[in-house]
């Protein structure tokens, strides 16, 4: 079973930037599809920004034109760069990887924006 690691996160500044990498267990093959989702307390679980194997990509409206989505390898699938952090991007990250049938998900890296 593959396992999927977010690293990056942690406690930044408003306006401040964050790189998010997603590292797999093993290589994964066959990826159709990619994407980072966040958590915020009492909140559901929302896609933050997705891209495909073609490199297709779709972003939440609430991060549009601070975060960007970006594939790699089928070791380390997809990474999220984002800039220009609130307050209101504070929420667990999960990045996620659909290949074939299967989807994968990591464990989550927590993000906080505070001053």
């Known amino acids: 079973q593959v396992q999927l690691v977010e690293s990056g996160g942690g406690l930044v500044q408003p306006g401040g930037s964050l790189r998010l990498s997603c590292a797999a267990s093993r290589s994964i093959f066959g990826i159709s599809a990619m994407g980072w989702y966040r958590q915020a307390p009492g909140k559901q679980r929302e896609l933050v920004a997705a891209i495909t194997s073609g490199g297709s990509t779709n972003y939440a409206d609430s991060v549009k034109g601070r975060f960007t989505i970006s594939k790699e390898n089928a070791k380390n699938p997809v990474y999220l760069q984002m800039n220009s952090l609130k307050p209101e991007d504070t929420a667990v990250y999960y990045c996620?990887?659909?290949?074939?049938?299967?989807?994968?998900w990591g464990q989550g890296t927590q993000v906080t924006v505070s001053s």
């Open positions: 996620q990887v659909v290949a074939g049938p299967r989807t994968y």
